[in-house]
Structures are given as C-alpha cells and as structure tokens.
C-alpha cells in the first residue's frame, strides 16, 4: 500500500504511465477552500514535459480534473480527487521492453513483485509520470501553507557535477543528451515560516516524514538535512547551533541542524538536500537478460527521455515537501 | 505518535531516559519462535555504555525483561513487551537544563512542542538511550531473518573524517574528548541474502521504510542508498547496473542502486550509508538562552557524555534496518 | 479521514451524490486477477436505483469505469480506480435544505463538520449513492473470496416489522410509499467456507472489522453477530456452542457464536445481522430549523427517494462484509 | 495487530492472563496533565474480580504502576506506559485445557490462528483480564474528557433478561451460579456534553469508531445506537428526530439517532446499548473435541470464575466509548 501517505491528511496517488489516467485522492483537508486553480497550473507546469528541447518530447497537458471534493469551488470536506488524463500515452513503445528489463528501472523488480503481471508500459505505476499527481497534491498543499505564512523553495543546486551555475549544468545536459546518456544531480529545497515544534519523536520527527514523502519521487538516492553529510565531518563545537535571543524569540546562530533538533522543527528554515541519480533511460547499449531464457542480452533505450530529471524534479520536491510539512502542521493543531 | 512504527509488524517504544523504565511492545511477530535470548544480550552488549574509557560512563546492564508475549520462552501471538529498568538514573543531573536548552539536543523543541512539560532529564524521551528497546527489536527481527537467510551488518565507516583505519578513528576520538568536544560519522549497512520483490511502489519503498526507520535514531542528518550522493555526479552510463544471468537468476553486474530498483529490492545485496552529526553533548562553553527571560547566556554540559555515539550506534543501525526489512519481509508473504 | 478502510487492502471511497463522479481506488490486490466485469456489473444492478416502482426515481447507469490498475484487463498490482459518472445529477433539487436541515439526515452535522462548506446537495458525501463505489470494491472482494471458496450472501429478514414474507414486506413498503412514510428493516449475512484462525485479537476482531465496515453504509443503527442480542437473553449452558470432531476437523454444534470466537473466525459460518432505520426522506412535514436564524420551521421532503432502503442494501451489506472479509483474508497470508 | 486502538492517541494493550504483566501504552496524551490517580484507581474498582461472591473469586489489585509518561506527575509528551503485575497467577490450573478447548471461549480459534502456540492459561491474551489495561486508559480519557465537559456513564440495562431492577437481576445471577451455569445481559452507555461535528464520514462515523473499540471487550456480540434494532421496525415519521431551535442552538425533539448522524455528533446525548453473551465458563459438562486426537469428549470448566460479566463490564464499556469519543474529540481539534 506505497500508494498513500499522511497521518493527519492522506494522499492516494493512483494510475500509470499509460493507462487511462492517472490522479490523487486527498483526504482530511480543510473545508471552505477555494483552490486557487492558476497557482496549481502554473506549479504543474514547472514539472510539466515539454518545456525544454532536453526534456522529454511527450506531450501532456497535465491539467488536473477535479471530480469529487469541490462545492461551489471550494473543498468541502468529502476526499478531494484530481484526474489527469494520459493523452499522449503510446504503450506499444515498450512492447520490447517487457522481456528485456531497462537497467537502473524498476521493470524487473515490478515483475518480480507483480508475478508477471506489472504494467511494463513506460515503468506503470512506477514512472516519473506519477509526481505529476503528486504535484498536484503538493500544489494544494503549498497553497494551504502560504496561508500560514510557510513557504516551501526548492532548486537544483547540482547537475551532473556542476554546482551553482545554470549556462553550466545546460551544458553538462546537452552534453549527455548529444552522447545519448545522462546525467543526475542535487536539489536544495528549503521551508520557511514555520513554528517551532512541529513535528514527533523518534519516526515520527521531520527528518523521517520528509525523508518517507521525498523518497516517493523515482531517482532519488539520498537525503541529508541540514549540514547533513558534511556534519559527520564536523565537531560537535563547530557543528551545534547555538542559542541566542532575538525579537523576543529564541533563534539559532548558525542552522547545521537544517531547523530539526530531535525530529522537532525549531524555527529556523528547514533545509533538506536530495540526490537525484541520472536518468536510467539512455541510448547507449546496456547488459540485459531474457527474462523467459534467463540469457544475456543487450538493450538500447529509445524512446521520448530527458537527459536529466532534475530541473522536473524541483518542484516535485517541493510538492513532497509541502506534503509531508502540511501533514506535520496540521497533526500539531490537535496539540494546541 | 511517532514512537511506533510498521505495517506488518508494529513497534512501539516507550520510557525517558531518567523515567523508571524503557522499553518496547512488539505486535505481529510469527508465533512459536524461540527467542535467542542470548543473542539479544549479546547485540544489546554492542549498544551498552560503558564498553570503552570512550563512551558514556552511565552504567546500565540494558538487560531486556520480558513481561508479556512469551509462553513456555515461545512467542505466542500476544504482543511481546520489553522492559529495561533505569537503574543509574540520575535526574538532578539536569536540573540546570531546565531553563536553559542545550545547543543541538531537543531540550529546546521539546520544551516548544509539550508547552514547558516535557522531560527534560537527560533528554526525556528524545535521548540515545531509546536506542536500548530499538535494539531489542530489532535483535528479535535479525534472528528472524537470520532464519530466512538474510543478514543485517554494520559497520563504521567514518569517524572524524577519518575512513576505514580504526586506530586513527580511535585517536580523533580520544582528541575530541580530551579536548571537551565531540565527532560525528558514517554508518555503513549492508543487507545480504534477500530476494527480489520486496517493498512497495512510491511511498512504501524500501527507501522509504527503511528511511523512516533510521531517523527515528537520534542525531542521524542524513541516508543515502547505493551509490547515493555520488550517483548524482554519474552519468547514466556509469550509473545503470547491468542486469546478467548468472545461476539461474538475474543479477547485477554493479550495485549503484543499492540493490533498489524503484523502491523494490532486485535481490542484490542492500546497501545504505547513514550520516550522523558529532554529540552535542560537549564540555565547552556555548551560546544559550535563558527560557523564562530570553535572555542570552552560556552552557557547559558536563556528565556522563561520549564523545562520540557512531560506535555505539552501528547495532542502531542494524536494529533499524532489521525491523524495516523485517516488516516488508512479513508484507510481501502475504502477495505470494 | 474516514473515506478509506483496510488494513492489508486499503479502499477509499470519493465522490458526492452530485458531483462529476463517484468512485474508489483499491490498494493491495493481487497482481494477475482477471476482472470478472460482468459479475461486477450484475453485482452493482441488484443496488442500482430505478429497479422498482418502489425504489429511487433517480436513474443512472452505475457503469464503473476501470481508469487505472489493469493492464491487458488484470490486476496489475497498481492501485485499481474506478469512476462512476453522475449523469443524472440535479443539485439544484436541494438548495432549499441549504438553510433547512432535514431530520435523519447528515446535513445538519455535515455542516457543523465543515463549517457551512459541506456539499449539501443530495447529502454529499454522506449520501447512500456513495455505496455504489463501495460494492465496486465488494464485488471484486466477492470474485477473489470465491476463487478460494468463500460465498458472501445477504438477504432482507426483515422490512418495517415484517419477517420473511416477501409479499408482505412489498406490501409495508408500498403503504409507507402511499402514506409519503418510510420504513427500516433487518439484514441478514453469512459468510461461509471461511477456515478457522482469520482476525485478530481485541480490536482486531472480526466483529470489530466487520462492524468498522457495515457501519459505513448510511443508515445503519446496529449490528449482532450470531445470536447477537439474543444471547443476551441465554444461558451459558444454552448459549456455548459445543465441539465436536466431524470429518477430520472441528466443528460446533451450534453456531450461536457466529463462526466467531474470541474475534477469531472458528470455520463455522460467519453470520451477523444488520438495522436499517427507516430511510429519513420523507414526504410528511418535519420539524427543522432555519440554520441562519435559527428559528424553526417545518421541511417536507420531496424528490425521487425510496420508500425503504433495505432491498438495495442487501448488496451493500455483502459488499462492506466480503472487504473486512477479504481484508482478514490477506492478513492472515502472511501468517502462515 | 489488532491490540492497537485509536487514530489521534494510540493505545495499545499487552499482556496474558497469567504473564509476568499486562498493561498498555498509550501515545498522543496532551502533555501537561495531572493524572488523577484516585480516580483511575476508583475506576479500577468497578471492574476489579472479587468485588461481590457472585464475581471471580481471583484476587489482583489491578494498581496500575505508570513506568514511563509522566514527569512530575504529569503527562510529558512521551508515551505514557502502565503495566499492572498478575500476582494471583496460576497457569498450571489450566494445563488440561491445553488440549481439550472450552466452548465459547478463544481456546480453540486461538491455538488454529497461532499454529498451537497461543498461550491457553486461562484465555492468554483474550482473556477479560485485559479489559483491566483498558480501563487504565480509559480512566484517563474520562478524566481528559471531564474536563472539557464530557461525561460517559453506562449501566447493566438487562441482566438474564431481567431489565432494570436491580433485586432481581441479583437473583437471575445467583440462580445461575447455584446451576453452576451463566447469564449474559446488555449495558447501556451515554455519552453527554458533546457538541455537534465529532466524527468523519462513512468507515470513520462514530458508530464505527465506537463499535471498533466495544468488540474489543470480549463477550460482546451486538451494538446497537440509538433506537437501533428497534428502528428497523419504525415508520420514518417515528424515528426521523425533529429538529427544533432552544437557547441558541440547534436540538433534536427525540433523541432516536443517538446523538449521531452520518455518523457525525449532533449535539444530543450519544447512546448505545452493548449486548453481552453469558459467560462461557461454566460448571457444567459440555461436549469438545481432544484436538490431538479429534477426538470427542467432554469439558467441566472449574476454576475462579464468574456466573455473569455483565456488572464487571459496565466500567469496561465506559473505557471502551471514552477512547473511541476522546479519540474522536482531539481528531475534531485539528479541523477547528
């Protein structure tokens, strides 16, 4: 039951690559919403595929339908559902595919799980595809935090090697996509505004709940908060936040704990870093197997794939993030 | 409710660090298993304090007590509850705390979240010394899965920036403690002899889960998988582990992906690394604040405090990774 | 977050009476079934309304549509979603009980719930047309109970005070349809070819499962579960259902247990019953209040209802038993 | 995983008859509460065994010892554990039920669903004595309860099918218990001083939450709100509750809901009647089955028990509807 997150609100995402739709139900909103629909749009089309000649060439118009949840435009309390319809789907693509996994996908390990059975079109209900209800569900989210006064940003610090310069990365992606492979890359994602005290002990802390919706997006491989890796290197003088007082709040002095101590959020950002491996799909010959043979085989990834994910991927990691700070917000209102 | 976690199995654990005992229920465990008690003593001896001049000098036999769950030594199906009697509890110790939180502890997001009532003895119920009931847990889910074939192992990879060379860890150790400070580190896992299928699309990945589960180990800032941060400066190309048929199974010829292919295990051997952030416990003055006043002051934590958990902290980490294995292990017997 | 039930499956209902669509997504099938589409839709025709003169007028084809889940038509593993379009919506039927709650129905709590944003129309979300994705849900449970021999089987035991006789019953439904009245009625449910050992202990039982679920269709007051409240009137001598050895397993004599002991289902069949109070939609003036100025008033509701809910309830009946069924079903897989 | 109860707080109940300890945790508590010990003592009472000749003859004090949770005396935020010792243990009186199981009891479903392994003393973890954990938390949602106005009061409506007098349910008890045979009977439970909008649509009304946590109480075969059963035979315009506005606020003319509609609060008193089977130890002969053998013979069931479990039950059922009612009221905090 992967398929749906929350504690206090509850996401389902539902649908693959290419089946009829694809969408989300969320559960547990605040009624008397009026969802601001040009904000949602506009948040979709920053993963939306098409927008780059290195993206991917599918065309969706990703516009989420909403079907049930809405009275008179504004939530009203019953599970909000969201359709997006797959117009540009092209199963027989992957016909190929289905005896011959795709390295670094999850064909294989879905037709080791599904017995068989997986929807091999375009990675099913494994694809990438599916951040884009994810988007939507996080879209609202964000939407329901700016109210609050929290903001969640999100951007690619690094691609394929290169930190902090945008002509750069474009180049380092346009050098994969000219020799048919990929690349990956970091993206920094930061929530401000928040109060301190969000947040459990132990599994239920922020690092866990964020790390639990983060690792929903396909690629990702890593996650720190904070100084996070870098802090395993620090010592404990260089690396503890101080205290200080400041408009009569407390405050920290440097932020290495990326604004958790203890799984609680204590007021400063909250920041968080996520590695994104590069994309599986490459046209370069790659070692397979025959999965009726059992015999090794090659495969070449045709197909309509991004050299890189991680410019999409940015604002599926807001939209998780959103996701699981909303969750945190929401269960601390049943404390206060 | 962040102290319980699992899906097929469920784990709850309770108790302060100065509160009269810890311990842990443990629901869903097959019934008529013999528990290993020795065992169980033997992975809690590699979490005690007070195996090194090192660690913390708090004594504790950390022996489990089984009040309910057994019948004749044998789990019977009724939850299993742990308990382990705080006998060297010393809360005076911390009364100073009080007003007065200790940088990068959750003194401070405690006091926040519980509104001035949380434990503050050391650390109440966000201490390291919750570790001691995660570990009996997750001693009864490897000998379960040890009886499966599976292996869960440890190691410290990293101390102090030093890798790999356990003399000089040992010295940057002892150079932080004669220095009053503190250093963090890596915490490699390896989980051999699954096969492939476990796990749950999206959020129930065996990222996810097993994500979800380490940092609910304090002082943890971050996990990658795989090849993990390092994938994100790969290419495709280097990245993509090749499939190959080898004995009648499918395998791979490199192991980027950490044996996790999205979010489901490929049967190769699963790997993750687990940044932690030096103590913060440390014996140098730092900034802090006066809670009634906000006014700014300084603290020096003396005690009993280690001057570096990463040791202490590898059966943590095999405990946290057995029980979320264990728990998609229980999941996926009940798809075939 | 009420819309969702399961535990080894998970289903959530979405949708309002008047909304674009109603339906369910369904998470944790297996992968490889086969849909029985026209037991499904032969299931969903014994509920669908306009079956009778003495049913809704309301007509709608109840035809769900499979958009995600199925690939090649089995299961694929993906979460299984099925949309039901509202085509014969009116809303506008209802803006006068916007102000004027009407007796026995959810408006009133449905918008102090949700703050004045509820969808009054037609009862929303708390209408009885949400059991159409509910036996979407239970026809495939039925379908995947029978492949292992479990039968599912309701049947109306009583209407408005009349046992057993089904020209009777017509005759009390079609006088309370002459009188604008309604009346309420008893269902009765079996499950057989169930093994002993499926639920949980406490609340885990199958009397809790079952009960969690029945309550969810609307107008349900009560439940019991095989000689129910009669046992309350029983001798323990006459009430124990004694064991005896019959074909090389147990069995009881009596089945005043309802196949169930201790919450643990005892291979006999599982029988319980079910009360429906009358439906609340009426002809006859009621009492009620003006929400907005909260003076009183009196509501007489029109509209196309039924007379008495019980016969298309019957489905509904096996639907939610055949999900808590089936759910225990699964939970128990991993068990042995 | 069935001894784990609730959405917002989180109970969790362990223990056998005759292990070392029974007791619970219970997560979620707001910090900061006084626990009022003599209240939840005196509460304990009420159910406590040995409290009448008609009652078990066992004698435990069933004083709860909060090992964890506390901090000062208050609730601090981190999960409250009490366990409550068997002193009056005595496992070997049960050792020739092993194989033969009593009718009416556990024994039998038990020892099939754990494969022979359950714990038989005395019922193991079915027994009724793990209705005393839950009194402990339910002692304190009553008290969380009180505070806000919210009281929960239950009484033996009917016992051996004497209703209401007192005298004489005391002599249908001693008859039975003179016949060495058992009466069950129905209690009656009203919760008052709740407003209006507690609970959640469909599988999250009150009556599911309710019932979930009643059938938790072993003994317990039927629930029934409101005029329940009886509504089954009412016309609409009988059971159909007028609204009517007084001092300010919306009521209802009758109360035939019980205080729930859509399974939402109305603001009415709450009510429901639980129906309890008589108890299955009896003194009398009964058929069973030798499960190595399968072969027929014959139970005598001795032992320290109860002729009726109906008075000792009253306070369970108040345990039992204030979680499920205080689970409810902080899940209500988080949308207001």
């Known amino acids: ?82 359709l997006i319809y797959n117009t540009d789907a092209r199963p027989g693509d992957y016909e190929k ?12 390990t879905a037709s080791v799980k599904y017995n068989g059975f997986a929807d091999y079109s375009g990675g099913g209900h494994f694809s990438g595809r599916l951040t884009a209800p994810l988007c939507v569900a996080g879209a609202i989210c964000i939407q329901l935090l700016g109210a609050e006064g929290i903001r969640v940003r999100a951007r690619a610090a ?16 346009a050098a994969a996509k000219a020799a048919g492979d ?18 459990d002990p132990m599994f239920g802390g922020m690092e866990n709940r964020i790390a639990a919706a983060i690792f929903g997006i396909p690629a990702v ?16 003088s260089e690396n503890n936040d101080g205290f200080r007082a400041e408009n009569g709040r407390v405050v920290t002095e440097t932020n290495n704990a990326g604004g958790i101590l203890g799984g609680i959020t204590d007021g400063m950002p909250l920041t968080f870093r996520v590695a994104f491996k590069p994309t599986p799909s490459i046209a370069i010959a790659q070692h397979s197997v025959e999965l009726d043979t059992l015999s090794d085989t090659e495969v070449c990834v045709g197909g309509r794939h991004a050299p890189c994910v991680v410019p999409r991927a940015v604002p599926c990691v807001e939209a998780a993030a959103a996701l699981a700070v909303y969750d945190a917000f929401i269960g601390r209102k049943r404390e206060i």
Do not use: W
């Open 1 to 82: 039951m992967g398929s749906s997150y929350g504690e206090n609100i509850k996401l389902t995402v539902f649908g693959q690559s290419h089946s009829e739709a694809i969408g989300m139900v969320l559960e547990g909103l605040p009624a008397g919403v009026l969802l601001d629909t040009e904000a949602i749009e506009s948040f979709m089309a920053r993963r939306a595929p098409g927008n780059s000649p290195l993206s991917t060439a599918r065309k969706e118009a990703d516009r989420p339908v909403f079907v049930s949840g809405l009275a008179g435009g504004r939530t009203c309390g019953a599970p909000l559902t969201a």
């Open 97 to 108: 595919y289905r005896n011959v996994p795709r390295p670094g996908h999850a064909d294989y």
């Open 182 to 199: 990929s690349v990956g890359g970091i993206v920094e994602c930061v929530v401000d505004g928040l109060s301190a005290g969000l947040g």
């Open 158 to 173: 690094e691609i394929g090697g290169v930190a902090d310069d945008e002509a750069k990365m474009h180049e380092v992606i």
């Open 221 to 236: 491989k890593g996650i720190e908060f904070g100084a996070g890796f870098g802090a395993a290197k620090l010592k404990g």
